[in-house]
C-alpha cells in the first residue's frame, strides 16, 4: 500500500511540475506577443516621423518667387511642425503607456491602448503622406509640365508639318488654320513666361488648353481637306450626276417621284451650306459624317435606278405571260362555270365541289378586277415599275393557287367521267363473259345442270342489269356506280369459272367412261365402278362421276388421269 501511495504521489507531483512549466512558458510567449505589438507599432511610428517633408521642402526654397508660393510654404512648415511636435509626441506618450501595461500585464486596457494608438498612426501618416505630395506637386511641376509640352511640341510640329506641305488643299481655309497654329504657338509662349515665374498654378491649365487646341487642329489638318474636296466638289458632281439621270428616265417614263430626289436635293445644298459655315470657324463636328451619309445617300440613289430599270424589264416579260394565262384560265374557268348545270344533271356532285367551282370563279374575277387596275396604273404612269413587278409578282402567285384549286375541281370531274367511261366498258367485257357462259352451257348439252348454278345466273344477270340503271340515271352517282360495277364484274367472273370448271370436269368424267369402257368385259370390279360413275353423271354429279371413273379405271391403268388430262389439253 505504501509503495501504492508513493508512485501516485510522484505522478501528481510530476503533473504539477508540468503545469508550472507550461504556463511559465505560455506566459513568457504571451508577454514576446504584446512586446512584438509594441515594436511593430514604433516602427511605423518611426516611418511616418522619416517621410521626407524637410527634404522636399527644402527644394521649395530656391523657387520661391512670388507671395502665392511663400504662402504655401509657410503653411506647408506649419503643417509638419504640428506634425512632428504635436502628432508624433501624443504616439510616443502611447507606446510609453503600452510598455507599462505590458510590464503590469494589463492586457486589457493595453488593447484598448492599441487601438487607440494604430488610428493616431494612421491619420498621421496620412496626413504626412498627403502634405509630401502636395509639396511634391510643386518639386516636380518643371520637370513633369516640361515633359508634357515637350511631347505636345512634337506633336504640334508633325500637324504644322503636314498642314504646310499640303497647304493648298485647305483652299479659303488656309489663314483661318494659320491663326489658330500661331494661336498655339502664343501657347507655348505663355507656358515658358510662367514656368519662369513659378507659377505652377497656372502652368496646369496651360497644359490642358495646349492639349485640348492641339487635338481640335490634329481632327482640323486631318478632315478638312477631305470635308472641303467633299463639300465642294464630289457632293455637287454626284448630285448633278443623280439628278442628270432623274430627268433622263423620267422622259424614258419611268416614274421616280417616290425616291423624292429633287426635294433632297435642295435639301443636300442646305446642309452643305451649313457645314462650310461650321467649317469657317473650324468647328468639324458632324461635319464628316453629314458628308459621308448625303454621299452614301446619292451612291445608293444609282442602284435605285438599276433597280428601276431591271424592274422594268422583267414586268414586261411578266405581263405578257401573265396577261396570256389569265386569258387561258379565264377561257377554261368560263367554260367550265357555264356548263356546271349540266354536269351536276349528269354527276351528282358533292357540295365541296360545286363550292370549290365557285370560289374559284370569285377568285378570278377579283384576280381580273387587279389586273385591270395594274395595267391601268401602267398606262397612266402613276406606279414605279418595282411596285408594278411586285403587283405582277403577286396576282401570278394568287393565280396559280387558283389554278391548284380549280385543277383538284376538274380532277374530281374528270375521275367521275373517267369511272363513267371505265364503267360502260366494264360493262360490256361482264356483258361478254355473261354471253360466253350462257354459249357455252347451252353448247355443251349437260343431262343435269344444277340449281345452284341456276341462282348464280340470276345474280349475275339481275347485277348488269343494275349497273345499266345506275348508267341510265340522270344524275350518276358515281361511287353507287362504281358498287355495283364491281359486284356485277365479281358475280359474273364466279359465274364464267363455275360454268368452265363444270364443263371441264363433265368431259373429263364422259372421257373417262369412255376410256374405261374397253375394260368392263374383263375387269367386274372396273364394270361395276363405272356404273356407278354414269349414275352420277346423269344426276349432274360431274366430280362424283369423274372421281369414281378414274378409280375403277385405276385398277387397270394408274396413268388413266395423266392421259385424260393430255387428250383434253389437245
Known sequence: MQGQFLIIGSAVVIILIIVIVVLHFVKKAENKYYKDKVKDLEVQRNMVASTPVLVELSKVEPIIKNDKMEEKYNKWQEKFVEIREKRLTIIDDLLIDLDVYVEKRDYKSFGHIVAKTEIEIYKVREAAEHLLEEIK?????????????????????????????????????????????????????????????????????????????????????????????????????????????YKEMINEGYVLEYLNIEYNIDESKKNIERILDNVKVLNLEGSMFDLKTMLEYYDSLFVDFEKERLCRKVYEESIVDFSKRIEKTNTLVNKVYEQLDDIKSMYDLNDEDIE????????????????????SKDQSKSSPYSMLNEEVDNLSNRLTVMEDDFDRALKSLGNMYDDEVRAREQLKEIQEFLKISKDSIRNYKLPVISDAYFVQLNEASEAINEVSKELSKQPIVIKTLNTRVDTARDLVLKLYNTTTDMIKTAKLAEMAIVYGNRYRGRFDEVDKGLIDAETSFYKGNYKESLDISIKSTSIVDENIYRKLMSIYDK
Do not use: G
Request: glycine residues 0%; contains cysteine; charged residues 30%.
Open 137 to 245: 506637386d510643386i518639386t516636380l511641376s518643371e520637370e513633369k509640365y516640361r515633359s508634357i509640352v515637350i511631347k505636345l511640341k512634337s506633336k504640334y510640329r508633325l500637324l504644322n508639318k503636314e498642314f504646310q506641305e499640303h497647304i493648298d488643299l485647305y483652299d479659303f481655309m488656309k489663314e483661318s488654320v494659320e491663326m489658330q497654329l500661331e494661336n498655339i504657338e502664343r501657347r507655348f509662349l505663355d507656358f515658358e513666361n510662367v514656368m519662369e515665374s513659378n507659377e505652377y498654378n497656372e502652368v496646369v491649365h496651360i497644359c490642358k488648353a495646349l492639349d485640348a487646341m492641339i487635338d481640335h487642329m490634329e481632327i482640323v489638318i486631318n478632315e478638312l481637306p477631305d470635308i472641303l474636296l467633299m463639300a465642294n466638289n464630289v457632293i455637287p458632281n454626284r448630285m448633278k450626276q443623280v439628278f442628270s439621270t
Open 356 to 375: 370549290i367551282i365557285h370560289d374559284v370563279n370569285k377568285t378570278l374575277v377579283v384576280i381580273n378586277d387587279d389586273y385591270k387596275k395594274m395595267v
